[in-house]
């Protein structure tokens, strides 16, 4: 039988790594909800782009998602223009957060660091796009494999296709 020793900070190291993996999400407290985002890992993007939409529209906080950025403030600019942008800007700043710290790090690399949270998003959609054709396979099949039980009539069988 083999014995290793393990020095207390290996340990800990190990201990935290697996912990980071087992709970690949990011917490958020939204009005006393607690709203979980997955942490992107290449494949469950789709998802991902939910929970960040979803926790950015609760919170308040998507204009940025939604709206590209005015022009600059002038001299000129009104109290309502200085209102919007102050709310984009506060906007922006907590939505490209979320976004970062909801990446694994290994991914981050070769992703735009100054940019909006619209841009960092479209990005990301570019280089995970999910094939339309994904969802597609299983209910087709399903369909594929249905088969006439014998159970109920034709029309009955039509009629759970048609609403599969």
């Known amino acids: 039988m083999c014995a290793y020793t393990v020095s207390s900070d290996t340990l800990f190291a190990l201990i935290v790594l ?12 939204v009005n006393n909800n607690m709203v979980t985002i997955e942490v992107l890992t290449r ?12 926790t950015m529209e ?4 998507d204009l940025s998602l939604v709206m590209d950025k005015h022009g600059d ?4 600019s009104t109290e309502d223009e ?9 906007s ?40 339309s054709n994904a969802n597609i396979g299983s209910p087709l099949q399903v369909l594929f494999n249905m088969k006439y039980d014998g159970n109920g ?12």
């Open 58 to 61: 609760m919170t308040d906080v």
């Open 73 to 76: 403030l002038t001299i000129t």
């Open 92 to 131: 922006n700043r907590i939505c490209l957060l979320s976004m970062r710290r909801s990446i694994l790090d290994h991914l981050k690399s070769g992703m735009p660091t100054d940019c909006t949270a619209k841009k960092l998003m479209s990005a990301i959609s570019e280089r995970y796009r999910v094939s």
């Open 153 to 164: 009539g034709v029309r009955d069988y039509v009629i759970r296709m048609v609403d599969y």
């Open 43 to 54: 494949s469950n993007f789709k998802k991902w782009k939910e929970d960040i939409e979803f």
């Open 18 to 29: 697996i912990l980071y993996i087992i709970d690949l999400t990011v917490t958020f407290s």
């Open 82 to 90: 200085k209102i919007v942008h102050a709310s984009w800007m506060k």
